[in-house]
Structure formats: structure tokens, C-alpha cells
Nanobody, 119 residues
């Protein structure tokens, strides 16, 4: 059984920083893409950033220049460094990974971690 465990959310002032972590555990053969999504109240879940196992990165336009995604393949962990946070970044942030445990890859989600940007 695969689990994605997130940490690092919390309350921060506008302009502040937070670092999210997500570690995958279980019987894992390989991980292709890992990433972060977020969902604000009343809105659809949206991609924040993702990174492939070869290091190709994709960011949402709203976070470019402020957020940095990185990955430690040896630890099956993905990170999201969030700087210059804005109130509109407030959301539940979910980790996502495409993991192969057998013949076919599957999507897995973390439980979500709350990020609140407020004065």
C-alpha cells in the first residue's frame, strides 16, 4: 500500500514563506511525476507545480517566480518552497504522485495540508 504524507502547512503573514514536504512510502517500483495541487474554498483543485523524475518542471503562472518545487528521488520526497506568499495562496495543498507498484502506474494523493496566508 502506498501512502503520501505531507507536512509543513500553517498560518503565515503575507510576504512570508513556508516549505511543504511530501514523502511517498510503501511498495514502490518507480515514481514518474510528483507535484502539488491546491484547492481554495469554493474553487476547483488546480495544479501548482509538478516535476518529473528527469527534473522537468511545470509551474502555474500564478506562482512562477515565488514558488520552487524540488525532489529527492532517493527519499521519494517532493518539496514546495513558497516565498512571497499572498492571501490568494490560501488553500489546502495536496501532494500528487504517479507511482508504479506493479505493471501500471497509478495516481496517488496525500491527505492535504492547510496553508493560510493572513494578517
Amino acid at each position: 500500500q502506498v501512502q503520501l504524507v505531507e507536512s509543513g502547512g500553517g498560518l503565515v503573514l503575507p510576504g512570508g514563506s513556508l516549505r511543504l514536504s511530501c514523502a511517498a512510502s510503501g511498495t514502490i517500483f518507480s515514481i514518474s511525476s510528483m507535484g502539488w495541487y491546491r484547492q481554495a474554498p469554493g474553487k476547483q483543485r488546480e495544479l501548482v507545480a509538478d516535476i518529473t523524475n528527469s527534473g522537468r518542471i511545470n509551474y502555474a503562472d500564478s506562482v512562477k517566480g515565488r514558488f520552487t518545487i524540488s525532489r529527492d528521488n532517493g527519499k521519494n520526497t517532493v518539496y514546495l518552497q513558497m516565498n512571497s506568499l499572498k492571501p490568494e495562496d490560501t488553500a489546502v495543498y495536496y501532494c500528487n504522485a504517479v507511482i508504479r507498484t506493479g505493471l501500471l502506474p497509478q495516481y496517488y494523493w496525500g491527505q492535504g495540508t492547510q496553508v493560510t496566508v493572513s494578517s
